[in-house]
């Protein structure tokens, strides 16, 4: 299966907003071809090293192999998905891959667009408005665990010190058996406060800010935020100071 035009085109655009930060431009600011085929081998780059992947070094002699043992009605299939490997692996040993349509499964795009989101929130790069909109409409919770796990406010980017709990309410502690408590925000401690002034519903304060958003978290989750806010986990777990 291949991958979509929409998460082609949120790629690019991811591609344009790293241009523009690596020249010192805007993140909506006009691009020449130069920059953006810099900025985009540089983060194929950076992907496939990442990644991990070892490409094929054979990866021609492997197609032959495929051609001359297969001779049966299943050959058309076997050929064309080793010709597309063999492409693919081609240009991965020039530190680069295809984003054709056809050559890239909708699994792979997405493990490129967690990378890319990943690598941007990582090293502050600003990215253009309608990624984060569209990317927060799609694969929301993805972006904020990735803020929630580099500790960055998702109203002002600012840091975070302990993530905000959407169902902690007062003294009440907070809904243990209804697994309600871990709906997470990250926000920095001047938008944590904020909220907490108990002056905003959760949909007055997206209202007021429009990148305000909340996940909830599985164990699985939950297990590794444990690793990044240590403290804040254990006095939520004891139910004291948890806010
Ligand atoms: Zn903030
Ligand atoms: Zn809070």
Request: contains cysteine.
């Amino acid at each position: 299966m291949a991958y979509t035009r929409e998460t082609q085109k949120l790629i690019y655009w991811l591609f344009a907003s790293y241009a523009n930060f690596r020249i010192g431009a805007d993140p909506d600011a006009k691009l020449n071809e130069y920059d953006l085929y810099i900025a985009k081998k540089e983060l194929k780059r950076l992907y496939i090293k990442a990644s991990g992947y070892k490409a094929d070094s054979k990866s021609l002699e492997t197609y032959l192999t495929v051609l001359a043992d297969n001779t049966d009605a299943e050959t058309f299939k076997i050929l064309s998905k080793a010709y597309i490997k063999s492409m693919q692996d081609f240009a991965i040993n020039n530190d680069d891959f295809s984003l054709c349509l056809s050559l890239l499964s909708q699994e792979k795009a997405n493990k490129f667009v967690d990378f890319l989101f990943d690598f941007m929130i990582e090293h502050n790069i600003p990215i253009r408005k309608e990624i984060a909109e569209l990317y927060d409409e799609t694969q929301k919770n993805k972006y904020i665990f990735s803020l929630l796990l580099h500790k960055k406010c998702c109203v002002c980017g600012k840091p975070i010190t302990g993530p905000h709990h959407i169902d902690r309410v007062g003294t009440q502690g907070y809904k243990n058996d209804t697994g309600l408590d871990k709906r997470l925000s990250p926000l920095c401690p001047y938008h944590h406060a904020e909220i907490e002034t108990g002056n905003y519903t959760n949909e007055e304060f997206k209202e007021k800010y429009p990148s305000f958003d909340y996940m909830l978290c599985d164990e699985k989750q939950i297990e590794i935020l444990k690793d990044v806010y240590p403290h804040h986990f254990q006095a939520f777990e004891e139910g004291k100071n948890g806010i």
